[in-house]
C-alpha cells in the first residue's frame, strides 16, 4: 500500500524560509515522476515541481523558479521541497504526489497522479 505523509508547513513572514518533507512508504514506479502541488482557496491545484528519474531530473513551475528546490534522499523514501523567499502568493495548502507505474503524461497535471499526501499548510505574511 503506498502512502505519502506531508510535514513541514508552517507561518511564516515574506521573505523567509520554511522545507516541506514529503515521506514515502509502498511501492513507487522507479522510472517516474514525484511532484509537488499547492491549491491556494478558490483556485485549482497546480504543479510547483517535480522530480523524475528521466531527464530534466526536476522541473519547476516558472512562479518558482529560482526560489524553491526540490530533492529526495538517497533511497528515495523522502521527498523535500525547500522554499525560500517566500512571497504572501505562495499561500496555499502543498500536496506531494506519486504515480502508479503505468501513469505518465505533463508533470503538472494532476489527474497523472494517483497517490496524494493529506497536505500541509503555508502561509507567508506581508
Known amino acids: 500500500q503506498v502512502q505519502l505523509v506531508d510535514s513541514g508547513g508552517g507561518s511564516v513572514q515574506a521573505g523567509g524560509s520554511l522545507r516541506l518533507s514529503c515521506a514515502v512508504s509502498?511501492?513507487?514506479?522507479?522510472?517516474?515522476?514525484m511532484a509537488w502541488f499547492r491549491q491556494a482557496p478558490g483556485k485549482s491545484r497546480e504543479g510547483v515541481a517535480a522530480?523524475?528519474?528521466?531527464?530534466?531530473?526536476?522541473i519547476y513551475d516558472g512562479s518558482v523558479e529560482g526560489r524553491f528546490t526540490i530533492s529526495q534522499d538517497n533511497a528515495k523514501s523522502t521527498v523535500y521541497l525547500q522554499m525560500n523567499s517566500l512571497k504572501p502568493e505562495d499561500t496555499a495548502m502543498y500536496y506531494c504526489?506519486?504515480?502508479?507505474?503505468?501513469?505518465?503524461?505533463?508533470?503538472?497535471?494532476?489527474?497523472?497522479?494517483?497517490?496524494w499526501g493529506q497536505g500541509t499548510q503555508v502561509t507567508v505574511s506581508s
Open positions: 504526489a506519486a504515480r502508479r507505474p503505468d501513469q505518465g503524461g505533463m508533470w503538472f497535471l494532476p489527474a497523472t497522479y494517483a497517490y
Open positions: 509502498g511501492y513507487i514506479s522507479r522510472g517516474n515522476c
Open positions: 522530480i523524475c528519474d528521466h531527464d530534466p531530473s526536476t
